[in-house]
RNA sequence: GUCCUCGUAGCUCAGAAGGAUAGAGCGUUCGCCUCCUAAGCGAAAGGCCACAGGUUCGAUUCCUGUCGGGGACACCA
């Protein structure tokens, strides 16, 4: 595979440090992947610059400037290809320097070879990153927020692959605990009164969720779910033979909440049982349905229920807490609940997340209980014996991806990893090291503002009334093209760092403008198809053999073409750099400025001749250049999970009619 | 109260392993299609990078504090 001009310059730079090590200008060489290149701003600067000499002045005992002399020098030594045309020493230090055609060229022709793969980098440390995002609970629909960390979580999947680690996904599905019996509660609340269910839907159906003349129907659960999804489904059920048993019990018991450790009554009714998981199982089919129609599909899906042994096999979340104890990890102690009024309660066993060798970075600010007093484990429980098990597998990296209102959890998790790193030391474990508060991970998303032209759309989980990923996926799709809808949920959440806040105005979304990024860059990409397809029909179609030979690319006089080819070239830079600081965002704004450069050099065309042309080696090079921009914005394109079309519909006329002009009008 | 996070152009946001004159879109103003998509391009205007200290050759970037916006502080998940 050819270099791209970034490599190729990088390992020259590297070499000359090899040579300036020898003589002993420098104590040491410096590795090619150190060096930081960039494509300068300023079109003076030269095509890449890079501040070398700054970082090793002081290793050198110099001045960056006379270093930066003796460095260029150097280079130009050991340059036989004549990559670099010339270098320079500027500013305070900076070493500009302008590629030969040659650099450049082979740049150009990487991309024709590699294709679909341009982007791709096999990594020499690769590491085995288990990603796990979403993990909702299975009580309700997705809303915007989980979307976000959807299109988040499976992004930064993609980056982490291109950039040559081995990645695994997963969703962690909490179908235990009380949410859970809550839910089921609720569902079998609509399942044992058709009457009132069907009269309910018809409200519901009518368009208004929360209006309920007489209020919510009464005995309907305290904290249960409210919304219309939830007598849906025990409509669906309704007519389940199974569900018959259930529908005449006076009261509802799951025991959903109940890991095994009380022997009395393990596991509730059965019949309530079957319908608690009926339902949530329903829920986790929809919620898979609706990452689906996003493009996000996860490698494995871990069943809490599986942790606590309900479906057969250990209990690792007890065998976890019970080691953790005997380690001198847990405690049992009093907490709020232990008063005097029962003294036959039993002990809550604590973590200890406090405790001094913990570093302070993953020490918690205070205890947690793991078991409640009544024997039942908490959610933190089962989570600390997924993330053993996480690292158990031999994952090297765990990465969560959380919304921020959970970043308090961080620190405890963290802590629960040093602490079980110390319990396999202490159970003689060669392995141990795996497991510290380092291994994990947690990049925050921010919240979702949901917005209607520029006013917030009101949500609100506890009255039932709130706007779901696939109510906004409906919203936002044009008619006649359903992957419009997507794409434009997956472009506006990438066009966001993870910890920014976010207003997804869903008229923006839905408009095909440029408001709207994703259709500018794939407007982009089908203009670059459609002047391949021209070339083709006017009987110039683009020499494939000539792009990956480089046969014509010395017809490519314009500093407009050097540069397009140069931020082509720059791709797999940015996805090392996306993958290394887990940013998937930076792929979208790349793909951004490379559209507006492509438009650039293709505007300026009209002056300084269109792309097909009269000299036929010209419109190959050109042609060439055009592909492999192309090919570009496809790879990030796809990368991110957004189709690139070949071509995009031309557009109805705006209205201009009085009455729009009118609206618009100051009164 | 403790902790986390964000404060960059009128608006929405990029940028930083400390580096050259801080960028983009929207909005405003002025230009550019006989043409392979004007869903585009060029230009102008718009900034004490919240504030105050510190670290050093150099800070919008790192550290500390202050002030603002958001969030978290359960035997919920």
Same mark, same amino acid.
């Given at each position: 595979?050819?270099?791209?001009p ?7 730079l ?20 150190d060096?930081?290149l960039e494509?300068?701003?300023e079109?003076?600067?030269g &095509?890449?610059?890079?501040n070398l000499a700054?970082?090793l002045?002081?290793?050198?005992r ?20 004549h990559?670099?045309?010339?270098i320079?020493?500027?500013?305070p230090?900076f070493?500009n320097?302008w590629l030969g055609?040659?650099a450049?060229?082979?740049g150009?022709?990487?991309?024709a ?19 796990e ?5 299975p ?7 989980h979307?976000r960390?959807?299109v988040?979580g499976?992004a930064?999947?993609?980056?982490l692959?291109?950039a040559g680690h081995?990645?695994s996904?997963e969703?962690?599905?909490n179908?235990?605990g009380n ?13 044992r009164?058709?009457?009132r269910?069907?009269?309910a839907l018809a409200?519901?159906?009518?368009g208004?969720?929360?209006a309920?003349p ?10 249960g779910y ?14 389940d033979p199974?569900?018959?048993a259930c529908?005449?019990l ?6 959903a ?9 393990p596991s509730g009714r059965?019949?309530?049982r079957?319908?608690?998981l009926?339902?949530w199982q329903a829920m986790?089919v929809r ?5 689906g129609?996003?493009g996000?599909?996860?490698d ?14 250990p ?6 807490a019970?080691?953790l ?7 049992e102690?009093a ?6 009024? &029962?003294?036959d ?6 973590f200890k997340g406090?405790?001094?060798d913990?570093p302070?970075?993953f ?17 933190f429980?089962?989570?600390i014996a997924?993330?053993? &098990?996480?690292l158990?597998?031999g ?5 969560n991806v959380l919304?921020? &209102?959970?970043?308090?959890?961080v620190?405890r ?11 396999r ?5 060669p ?10 991970e ?25 706007v ?5 996926m409906?919203e ?10 997507p794409?434009a ?5 990438l066009?966001?760092?993870a910890?920014a ?10 408009r ?5 990024p ?19 029909s006017?009987?110039?179609?683009l ?20 540069d ?13 750099r996306a ?6 965002h ?7 400025d ?5 438009h650039?050099?293709?505007?300026q065309g009209?002056?300084t ?11 190959q090079?050109r ?5 492999a921009?192309?090919q ?11 189709s690139?079309?070949e071509?995009m ?6 209205d ?5 002009a009118a609206?618009?009008?100051?009164a």
């Amino acid at each position: 595979m050819l270099p791209t001009p970034f490599d190729r310059v990088r390992t020259l730079l590297a070499l000359a440090t090899e040579r300036a090590a020898a003589t002993g200008l420098l104590p040491a060489p410096v590795l090619a992947a150190d060096i930081t290149l960039e494509r300068p701003k300023e079109a003076g600067h030269g &095509d890449l610059a890079t501040n070398l000499a700054f970082s090793l002045a002081k290793a050198a005992r110099s001045n960056p400037r006379a270093l930066g002399d003796k460095l260029a020098a150097l280079v130009a030594e050991v340059d036989s290809d004549h990559a670099i045309a010339q270098i320079e020493v500027a500013g305070p230090g900076f070493l500009n320097l302008w590629l030969g055609p040659v650099a450049w060229h082979d740049g150009l022709r990487g991309i024709a070879a590699a294709g679909d793969n341009f982007g791709r980098t096999s990594n020499p440390a690769p590491q085995k990153v288990l990603l796990e995002f979403v993990s909702a609970n299975p009580t309700g629909p997705l809303h915007v927020g989980h979307g976000r960390g959807a299109v988040l979580g499976d992004a930064l999947a993609a980056v982490l692959r291109a950039a040559g680690h081995e990645v695994s996904t997963e969703y962690y599905i909490n179908n235990v605990g009380n949410q859970i019996h809550k839910f089921g509660q609720s569902v079998w609340f609509w399942l044992r009164d058709p009457t009132r269910r069907t009269a309910a839907l018809a409200v519901w159906a009518a368009g208004d969720p929360v209006a309920f003349p007489e209020g919510f129907p009464a005995g309907f659960p305290e904290d249960g779910y409210r919304g219309a999804y939830i007598a849906q489904i025990a409509r669906d059920l309704a007519n389940d033979p199974a569900m018959a048993a259930c529908v005449a019990l006076p009261d509802w018991d799951d025991n959903a909440a109940w890991g095994a450790a009380e022997p009395e009554n393990p596991s509730g009714r059965a019949d309530n049982r079957r319908l608690s998981l009926r339902a949530w199982q329903a829920m986790v089919v929809r919620i898979a349905a609706d990452l689906g129609r996003l493009g996000v599909r996860f490698d494995r899906w871990q069943s809490e229920r599986a942790l606590h042994g309900l479906d057969g096999g250990p209990d690792r979340v007890a065998d976890c807490a019970q080691r953790l104890q005997r380690a001198g990890w847990a405690y049992e102690g009093a907490g709020k609940d232990d008063d005097d009024s &029962d003294p036959d309660a039993g002990k809550a066993l604590f973590f200890k997340g406090t405790r001094e060798d913990i570093p302070k970075a993953f020490r918690d600010g205070k205890d947690r209980v793991i078991v409640r007093s009544d024997g039942r484990p908490t959610y933190f429980a089962a989570d600390i014996a997924y993330h053993d &098990d996480k690292l158990a597998r031999g994952y090297t990296h765990l990465v969560n991806v959380l919304g921020a &209102d959970h970043h308090g959890y961080v620190p405890r998790l963290k802590g629960v990893l040093v602490a079980l790193g110390d319990l396999r030391r202490q159970e003689g474990d060669p392995n141990a090291a795996l497991w510290s508060g380092d291994r994990l991970e947690v990049p925050l998303v921010q919240m979702v503002a949901l917005l209607r032209d520029g006013k917030p759309v009101p949500m609100g989980k506890r009255s039932g009334e709130f706007v779901t990923l696939a109510d906004v996926m409906d919203e936002v799709t044009t008619p006649g093209n359903p992957r419009s809808g997507p794409d434009a949920v997956r472009f506006t959440f990438l066009c966001r760092k993870a910890d920014a806040q976010v207003d997804f105005d869903l008229e923006v979304a839905r408009r095909a403008s440029l408001d709207n990024p994703v259709y500018y860059v794939q407007y982009g990409h089908a203009r670059m198809c459609s002047i391949l397809a021209r070339a083709a029909s006017v009987g110039q179609p683009l020499d494939q053999r000539a792009a990956l030979d480089g046969t014509h690319l010395g017809a490519l006089r314009l500093p407009a073409e050097r540069d397009l080819a140069l931020h082509c070239c720059e791709y797999p830079e940015l996805m090392a750099r996306a993958a290394r600081s887990r940013e998937p965002h930076q792929v979208a704004y790349y793909l951004r400025d490379l559209c507006a450069a492509f438009h650039g050099w293709y505007t300026q065309g009209k002056q300084t001749g269109r792309v097909i042309g009269e000299d036929p080696a010209l419109t190959q090079a050109r042609l060439a250049l055009v592909a492999a921009a192309a090919q570009v914005v496809r790879n990030g394109l796809h990368l991110l999970g957004i189709s690139a079309p070949e071509r995009m519909a031309v557009l109805a006329e705006d209205d201009d009619s009085p009455a729009a002009a009118a609206a618009g009008a100051p009164a």
